[in-house]
């Protein structure tokens, strides 16, 4: 018997929901401490509270996005009125805008010598906002939304130099404080408006000015210099300066053994491993539950990649299948980088691992674009339905 859309698009929304499960457990692992006592009427301090809370309003965000239609994203015949009404337009011209914003001493919040964040106070909870994280999405929705617009022609040189500009104006505002995000912008982006129809040899034309771009940005700065030599180039300076961090993930990875150390038995978490919350959670998930959680947490994202290329393949819309397309990409490549950093598969970035690590603005985001997805899956059930009648 045929699994049906809908249940694939269901199934898919559970794994997210299970995936950030994972992560509550293990954000409130790797914040424990030996020297507090919690103070619950001020619960909103303590960040394995807050991202309590961020989960559960993720999963209710997750449940209704699903019950939107999601061609509400696209630009349908691409007149005027339907590109001011079109949420799609609004998001692209907020990231663009925002992106600015964050760049404004005084404005923008710098952590780590990066000003990557906006405050948002809400109430007696303080949430950092980062413009990039709704950059990415807004750009798989928009070149979604102009390729089907466009049709046949997506293939004209005009259109992808458009396209390109708007591509390349968002990721030069990301690459100013964040290479690794404005390199997965560009990638994921180009990869979306490729898919879409654009000729291949259309991107040779970009190519070398994207290039050296990105080597600008690695070469004006010490700092990321110095990641590439602690990665190509190890040695015992590197490895107590920009090397310290994958060292310790090394560390925490290889002495959980099989079966871990335990849930909360863990003891990087305790000052060895820096942002063991966010960006080196796995870590932390290999060190108490071993090889076994893992590969728990591994095939948990090949599910999701695998349910996922099925609504696209299913998807009977051309924005719908574009759009879903785009999001697997993401989330998957995503998470392709965290496991390569944390495993020193590749240099170390600033890439959090999806629906897992600890953060509020990029689970809202990431929840509502797997939202979007089982949308597509459910509207491709109804448009089957009204073919077969």
Known sequence: MAISNKTIGNMAGCVAVTLMAVGVVFVFSASARIDIEYDFTKFHTYPEFRQMLFVLISIVILFGMSLVNYRVFSLGKGNLSNWLLCPTVWLVMLSVALLVLVLIPGIGMEINYARRWLRLPLGPVQMNFQPSELAKWSMILFISAVSVMLGPKIKGFGAFVLICMLIGLVVGLILIEDFGTAAFVAFVSLSVFFVAGARWWHFLTPAPILAAGLALAILTSPERIERLKSFTQPDSQTEQTSGYQIKQSLIAISTGGLYGKGLGEGISKYGHLPEDTTDFIFAIISEELGFVGACFVILLFILFIVLGM???????????????FGIVLAITFQ???????????????????????????????????????????????????????
């Not at 099925?310 to 924005?319: G, K």
């Open 335 to 389: 998470a392709v980088i965290n496991l390569g950093v944390v495993t020193k598969l590749l240099p170390t970035k600033g890439i959090a691992l999806p629906l897992i690590s600890a953060g509020g603005s990029h689970l809202f985001l990431t929840a509502a674009a797997v939202g979007i997805l089982v949308s597509i899956a459910r509207r491709s059930q109804i448009l089957k339905s009204k073919v077969k009648d």
């Open 310 to 324: 099925a609504i696209v393949c299913r998807c009977d819309d051309d924005f719908g299948r574009l759009l879903a």
